[in-house]
């Protein structure tokens, strides 16, 4: 778990009659990332021979998807099994829906458009309601009218357009010569006016919209009978089509991978890294799948393979931090396992408050809950969730949500120790009450941070080891010795009252030896820019006591909340109780969410900063499997058992 999963790159050379039957297996297997063959041998090979059916599944596919977005969505509750690329293409050739839907698409445009002259011209005949007069009057050969739904509009405004003005119910008709419409538009746009142009139609404005009412009916049955028949032909064919454009994308997909193809006249070659663990199963599955004629061997490079972490469920769900902050790279260590167990510690000692863990715990499982069952109609306030979504998708959230449980347990646990309830005290009994153990929770944090600095430290001198670099090893060695000399100093000096003197003890002499002997460690590799940066490994192991700092300041802000409210209840005032009680609601309420975000926050840094700058490179690149996700279809190999 503390490594990504070993991976070994590969070489597969078959004849050029099983390469379909090569790339598919690849596909359905999913084990590994097809990349481009290096120079080494690409010098021998010419690039591979694109698919005779390329254009026509790219044609095919084009055309179900347009399928799938016209019809109406329908449950597909089975999966298609196609036995080869020439199935798929025999299927999709038997579903001829083009023309129909080329008509009802027309027709629906044609409906839409009708529907939003409709709209438009009653949203003018609407201020005429009531009206006893003929709406052509409005509108002839050498004028024309608006609308303006403003009647603060001062009537002057128009006088130099040779505008007649008429008021009506909280508007003005604005007749204008036709070549001063555009005159009008100018001075409407300056003064941020809106105008709706009067239609040329015929009768008393009550008759005109009863009129355009009843076709708008019409308009609406011929909608509704479109749409029942766009439901019949989704009824018929809908779960075939969806099953046919994803077994279009899959070999579409492979069709991309030819482009990484390099071959001779009767041979191929492709390249790419798998999961070590898998080799076994890929070199069985391909020399069944051409009759054990190909040839696959393991390809040694130096290159960095691309990552792919393979953690315990309840582990893995960690690895979105460490991927927040940056992938490892193939050959380093996976910090994900230390990650899950020292980000809920650090998270759950800051807030250090049983009721606020609570809190968190219940908020953390509605969270996920909320993800996985989403209402009909949510009662949280628009503005907040747009906000969060904004932030991050539903699923990170959940992801958040997961790993703020441990964290809360562990938070639930000191606030038990320290009796710390929203602030209150409301345990008979208190094992460590904040204030009174302050210097050895300060002392204790001072430790933590030796600990994880060292601890980093060592992780990178065992990486440097690993990878040959001498000079990096003996460079992580010096600052080991460093830190350890100068944080025993400081723990002594703390000790034994600010005196220091080497005859005080071994561990004094012991540490100045370690410093000694770990300064000249760090000039081999760093040289004069490692005596710069020796005071910030100080400032790292310091940079520890902000576990105790932000637990002082959560305790600290709750019991003045507390105190507040207190004060208001035994004032004898019920204006006073009133606004305690609205103190301790709003106040405890914004320092849950100081709660939540300052430990969070803080232990990852302490971990992103502090610790991984000890020993983490990251900058690794994602492991991508040449494999589709498969919703509507089956693979059409069977891999070798047990894998």
């Known amino acids: 778990m503390l490594r990504p999963v070993r991976m070994q790159k590969i070489r597969i050379i078959a004849p050029y009659s099983y390469r379909d039957r090569v790339i598919s297996a690849l596909h359905d297997m999913g084990v590994m990332q097809i990349e481009e063959i290096k120079e ?114 001062d009537q002057e405004t128009f006088k130099d357009l040779d505008a007649k003005v008429i008021p009506i119910r909280n508007a003005y008709i604005v007749t204008v010569p036709e070549d001063r419409t555009q005159d009008l538009s100018r001075v409407a746009n300056s003064l941020g006016l809106r ?8 009768g008393k404005p009550d008759e005109v919209i009863s009129m355009l009412q009843d076709e708008k009916k019409k308009l609406d049955q ?98 979105f931090f460490i991927k927040f902050y940056s992938l490892p790279e193939g050959t380093e260590y996976d910090p994900t396992l230390i990650f899950a167990l020292v980000f809920p510690v650090f998270f759950g000692l800051m807030v250090g408050d049983w009721g606020y863990g609570l809190a ?71 094992v460590f009450h904040v204030y009174s153990v302050l210097p050895k929770l300060m002392l204790i944090a001072g430790y933590i941070g030796l600990g994880m600095v060292a601890f980093g430290f060592i992780l990178g001198f065992i990486e440097d080891l690993w990878m040959h670099d001498v000079k990096g090893a003996m460079d992580r060695l010096g600052w080991l010795f460093f830190a350890v000399g100068i944080a025993t100093i400081g723990l002594n000096l703390i000790h034994h009252d600010l005196t220091f003197s080497v005859s005080t003890g071994l561990t004094n002499l012991a540490a100045v030896a370690l410093i000694v002997v770990g300064i000249p460690l760090i000039a081999i590799k760093e040289k004069s820019q490692g005596f710069i940066e020796m005071p910030s490994i100080i400032s790292h192991i310091l940079s520890y006591l902000r576990l105790v700092g932000i637990l002082i300041a959560s305790v600290v802000i709750a019991e003045i909340i507390d105190l507040v409210f207190i004060r208001s209840l035994v004032s004898h005032s019920i204006a006073l109780a009133i606004l305690g009680i609205i103190i301790l609601i709003f106040g405890q309420t914004f320092n849950l969410v100081l709660a939540v975000f300052e430990p969070g926050i803080q232990g990852a840094r302490l971990i992103y900063v502090e610790f991984f700058s000890k020993f983490y490179h990251g900058n690794g690149r994602l492991f991508r499997p040449f494999r589709s996700q498969r919703k509507y279809t089956e693979n059409g190999i069977e891999l070798e058992k047990g894998r």
Request: with cysteine; hydrophobic share 40%; glycine share 4%.
């Open 40 to 153: 080494d041998i690409e010098k021998l090979l010419s690039p591979g021979r694109t698919s005779e059916q390329a254009k026509t599944v790219m044609d095919y596919l084009q055309r179900f998807r347009g399928y799938e977005n016209i019809l109406p969505k329908k449950n597909v509750s089975g999966r298609a099994k196609f036995s080869s690329l020439s199935d798929i293409l025999n299927e999709a050739s038997k579903i001829d829906i083009d023309y129909d839907l080329k008509v009802v698409v027309t027709k629906e445009n044609d409906i839409a458009a009708s529907m939003k002259d409709i709209e438009s011209r009653l949203a003018a005949l609407e201020y005429m309601k009531g009206y006893d007069f003929d709406v052509s009057i409005f509108n002839g050969r050498h004028f024309e009218s608006y609308i303006i739904p403003d009647k603060n509009v």
């Open 195 to 202: 105008l709706i142009h009067i239609p040329e139609l015929k």
């Open 222 to 319: 011929a909608r509704q009978e479109i749409q029942k028949h766009l439901q019949d032909i989704s009824d018929k064919y809908y779960e075939r089509i969806v099953q046919i454009r994803e077994a279009l994308e899959i070999e579409a997909r492979k069709i991309e991978v030819e482009d990484k193809l390099k071959g001779t006249e009767y041979t191929f070659a492709i390249e790419g890294w798998v999961p070590a663990d898998a080799f076994d199963m890929v070199n069985a599955t391909i020399n069944r799948v051409t009759g054990n004629s190909c040839i696959i061997s393991k390809v040694d490079t130096d290159e960095i393979p691309p990552t792919l972490l393979r953690n315990p469920r309840r582990i893995s769900l960690f690895e």
């Open 360 to 430: 968190i715990l219940l908020l953390s499982l509605f969270i996920i809950h909320r993800v996985d069952h989403p209402p009909a109609r949510s009662h949280i306030p628009k503005v907040l969730s747009r906000f969060i979504l904004m932030i991050m998708s539903p699923q990170s959230l959940k992801i958040l949500a997961k790993a703020l449980i441990p964290s809360s347990i562990v938070a639930i646990i000191a606030g038990v120790l320290f009796n710390q309830f929203f602030g209150f005290a409301i345990l008979p009994f208190t």
